[in-house]
């Protein structure tokens, strides 16, 4: 489970502790303090010091330091510097949480909703969540969307979940910027508009968002909202084909076959669907399939055609002029050959 790191910029707490002195050059034995600040238990942290760190933070803690309670609550959950208690982490994040300490109401929402301290209670998850989130905790606002957008243990809620997703979209969470695109195209929670559902693709394509990037790609290649711009599409698809998305090699492959925005090439574009096809593509294997029949950027080969489509059509991806058109010019024998070489395929992405 993902729990929170939790980084903060704060000025250095101290809490005395007394300690006893040995003798030092002869000296008497003295009373000194001590002194463990917040800051160097961080330090120690930070350098996997553990034990040194969870002293000194359940010093801070004891004393009331919500940030300490945190880092103690966070140190229980991953068993750094402390034997691993789910119940020692929730009890922490609680008193942490109970004053105000936005990332242990964060925690707490998680814990909860995955039950990684019990059964799932989805009313707490709420509750803590809500209460982070509405202090401007962008996390919590972002997985509360997603709790109101999917109705999960809540009544669905579309509207709230777009009010949620914009406040952390407008603090620049990615996946927010996302998913309010998302609701703005389909006119979920909100009066449909697909340019604002481009902008939304835009931002968070450029933070580098790979489905936004895919999505945006798409916006311009169809001229969703925008005017249709193949040049940009290409730009968007590569992106997110860089990012393995095997639906933007297929818009890239479309595109060098269509000599849209860029140079007609059927090479480039049964590269394209081949790559898409390897990862189990139905659209980049129903066009590779085409190709080989077509003997278009590739040598003809129906045997190699037959066994595309017959992968293609196994994910539901199918169009009956073209499966007419192949069955009648391929013999039983290249039928089981295309059958072997499909199985030959399926059998090698199954190791």
Do not use: C
């Not at 997703?165 to 996946?175: P, T």
Request: aromatic share 10%; glycine share 10%.
């Amino acid at each position: 489970m993902w729990i929170p790191r939790i980084s903060l910029e704060r000025t250095a707490r101290r809490l005395a502790l007394a300690a006893l002195l040995g003798f030092v050059s002869g000296a008497p034995p003295a009373m000194a303090q001590a002194v463990i600040t917040f800051q160097d238990s961080l330090a120690a942290y930070r350098n996997a010091d553990y034990d040194t760190a969870f002293a000194g933070f359940r010093a801070l803690a004891e004393s009331g330091d919500a940030d300490a309670q945190a880092y103690v609550a966070l140190m229980y959950a991953e068993g750094q510097g402390v034997t691993r208690d789910m119940d020692q982490a929730v009890a922490w994040y609680r008193r942490a949480a109970e004053l105000g300490q936005l990332d242990s109401q964060f925690a707490l929402g998680l814990i909860y909703q995955q039950g990684e301290a019990g059964p799932r209670n989805m009313s707490e998850a709420v509750r803590w969540y809500g209460a982070a989130a509405a202090a401007g905790h962008r996390e919590a606002r972002f997985e509360l969307g997603l709790i109101h957008a999917t109705g999960d243990g809540v009544v669905q809620d579309e509207t709230r979940a777009a009010e949620l997703f914009r406040q952390a979209a407008e603090d620049g969470h990615i996946d927010a910027q996302h998913n309010l695109a998302i609701l703005y195209l389909n006119g979920q929670g909100v009066a449909q508009d697909e340019p604002q559902a481009a902008q939304w693709f835009e931002r968070a394509a450029e933070a580098g968002h790979p489905d936004a990037q895919y999505n945006l790609a798409l916006i311009y290649d169809k001229g969703i909202g925008v005017a249709a711009d193949a040049l940009r599409a290409d730009k968007w698809y590569r992106k997110a084909a860089a990012s393995g998305i095997a639906d933007a090699e297929v818009g890239l492959g479309l595109l060098a076959y269509e000599g849209r925005g860029v140079e007609q090439d059927f090479g480039e574009a049964a590269a394209r669907f081949a790559a898409a096809a390897d990862r189990g593509n139905g659209r980049g294997q129903y066009y590779l399939s085409v190709l080989y029949a077509q003997g278009q950027g590739v040598e003809a080969d129906l045997i190699e055609a037959y066994k595309w489509y017959e992968l293609a059509r196994e994910r539901g991806v199918t169009f009956e002029p073209y499966e007419t058109k192949l069955m009648a010019n391929v013999g039983a024998a290249e039928i089981a050959e295309g059958k072997e070489r499909a199985a030959a395929w399926r059998k090698s992405r199954a190791q």
